[in-house]
């Protein structure tokens, strides 16, 4: 699991680092961005508040300019002009001054209390003097003048950039102007702009990021539990492999017992039997005779546990019968025994592999085992049942049972079980074990996929 991991932090790393080695360059160079586009729009903008201000002075002009012309009093035609000019307006700040040569304001339609005041002597924050500015400008033929005035929007003295013209004969200094804080507006606007592209580009590489992330996180786990998958299937057919060995080793050795030792020991009976025989026709002595006759029953009582050994090996009537007799008559053969009564119902499985049937016979052998060692059981049922789905093993005492879990944890004792477990999973079945105070309950399923596989 660590290595998995160490594999899964080895492929994700590197690619966290590059997004947000990615993701600070892009905020560094949107940062970049912005400013270049704020040094590059500031004079286009200030030229095109220029060439505003220039045409609306002029349509300002355009729309007095006859009345200068008209033969009408000066008076009356400025009276009449000033109120035209009083009406045009643009944008939110936008009007138009008047003053004359001398420095008497006309027309100030935000601020009407300095109409008719001469403004001279008006002064801004640097001790400059804006109306002599503005009308200097227009006696040399009209053009810009930055200066301070009043906002009248906000009360505040700010930077104005201001363009005024002459009104030839009247000698009136017609203008209108802006304040100078639109670039900043249009920068703070580059900015906002700059910070919300900025914003979902990194959302889109943390977006990536993630996605990427999950893909390397499911293709390092699909490519871990493949090779799992595969070290299991290695693993199972190294058991089913070793489980072949041992009962290939098993029968042969059983062969050995059966025809090899066991008929030396037939031999060996047959010649006590005849020297018995001769001792008793001769009139031996009765301490050879009480020899001979013990020396036969116990070679008897060997040739019983050969014979049983060699039948626990590999019994014949797993060959010759199939499961179902085979497991009939371990069953009652342990019953007979034990003393314990035996409940067994078992169908026909013809079609049973023979690991399978072999592995079924083992595990029944070491279960009835474990029931006469531990259990103290009084009954005992085995069943073997052939379904279209499956075939199951199922073996339930009434002892008095055992805790499962101890026992699977427990390096020596439950041995006998990892045993059974491995043997019946490495063929491909599910091997189940339930105990308390009740009994215990063991099984083993096989589906009949695995089965006809």
Known sequence: MRLRWALILIAWLPLVLASAAVAWMVQQRSKVVADLQSQAVEPVLLASRKAELQKYVNLARSAVQHLVRDGMPDARAQAQALEILQRL????????????????????????????????????????YPVRRLIDQARTGGGYVDYEWDRPSTGQLESKLGYVEPIAGWQWVLGTGTYVDEPERARKRIAE???????????????????????????????NLNEQRKADAQLRAMARQIVTSQE?????????????????????KYLFESAQARARRSGAEQEVVRDLDAGVQRLREVLVEVRRISHDLRPALLDDFGLARALEHLAREWGQRCGVAVDVACDDTPDVPEAVATALFRVAQEAL?????????????????????????????DGRGFDVEALVHSPRAGLGLTHMRERIESLGGRFELDSGTAGTRLAAIFPTRTLQA
Do not use: K, M
């Not at 098993?250 to 037939?266: M, Y």
């Open 369 to 397: 085992g474990n029931v006469e060692r531990h259990a103290q059981a009084a009954r005992v049922s085995l069943r073997l049942e052939s379904r279209s789905s499956a075939l199951r093993f199922e073996l339930e005492d």
């Open 248 to 268: 290939a080793e098993r029968a042969r050795v059983a062969r050995e017992l059966h025809d090899g030792v066991s008929q030396w020991l037939v031999s060996v």
């Open 89 to 128: 307006e643009f944008g939110h700040d936008g009007y138009f001054f008047v003053f004359d040569f001398d420095g008497n304001n006309l027309l100030y339609p935000r601020r009407p209390q300095l109409q008719g005041r001469n403004l001279l002597d008006l002064q801004d924050r640097d001790g400059g």
């Open 193 to 223: 702009a700059s910070s919300e592209a900025v914003v979902d580009t990194l959302g889109r590489i943390g977006a990536i990021t993630l996605l990427s992330t999950v893909a390397v996180v499911a293709l390092a786990l699909g490519v």
